[in-house]
């Protein structure tokens, strides 16, 4: 069976400090997909990244950037200079290869910037 | 703009009453999806559809209905045999095969209470 776990539900940070955001993606599955997402108070939520099963190559995108490792099955988000408007929960949803493709949710993690 | 359009923002429902929440998009997308989300949770899928006329149950189906007649059209109707739901529902749409990669695009939710 597939399992997520975000192991931090909650996170507090002065505004600046950088903050990683920990993901575990349990499977059997040698293909799949790993994407983030943001909810912000408003309660829509907004695609940050996808990262392919096969790729390994860490990635930086402005003050966000992603460490995922296939061997320990994690898949890590780090924003730094974390701003008040980060402030939001952040879900980590793997997918399943293949035609019938689902996300399945990790229950999120509150990120709080205070200033 | 392309997106998705969920209304209301807001729906109080009587006890025994059936309410509709609906969801346009105008994406093109083949896929979409009808998510509850709860305090404190993650989302729970309820419904599915990756094409017009057909549609699957999610991991909590019961008490709820859908239809999809129309591709950017895919109303979720609350029955009175929802025992507790009192929830924000997220409706979402997304490609099929390669262009999955790219994830979900999410409405701005519905938030039902029942009064």
Request: with cysteine.
């Amino acid at each position: 069976a597939q399992k997520v776990t975000q192991a931090q539900t909650e996170i507090s940070v002065v505004e600046k400090e950088d903050v990683t955001l920990d993901c575990v993606y349990e499977t059997r599955d040698t293909t799949y997909y790993l994407f983030w997402y943001k909810q912000p108070p408003s309660g829509e939520l907004v695609f940050l990244i996808r990262r392919n099963s096969f790729d390994e190559q860490n990635e930086i995108s402005g003050r966000y950037s992603w460490n995922f490792q296939k061997s320990t099955s994690s898949f890590n988000f780090t924003i730094t200079a974390s701003q008040v408007v980060d402030s939001a929960v952040y879900f980590c949803a793997p997918s399943n290869a293949g035609n019938n493709r689902k996300l399945i949710w990790g229950l999120g993690t509150s990120l709080a910037v205070n200033p | 703009d392309g997106g998705i359009t969920q209304s209301p923002k807001y729906l109080f429902r009587k006890e025994g009453q059936n309410v509709t929440l609906s969801c346009e998009q105008n994406l093109n997308h083949d896929a979409m999806y009808w998510y509850r989300q709860d305090p404190g949770q993650g989302l729970r899928l309820i419904y599915y559809s990756q094409i017009v006329n057909d549609f699957q149950k999610g991991d909590i189906a019961e008490g709820y209905s859908v239809s999809r007649e129309k591709k950017e059209s895919f109303p979720l109707t609350v029955t009175s045999a929802q025992k507790n739901p009192t929830a924000f529902y997220l409706c979402a749409s997304g490609p099929t095969g390669t262009a999955f990669n790219y994830g979900y695009t999410f409405g701005s939710g519905t938030r039902l209470t029942v009064v």
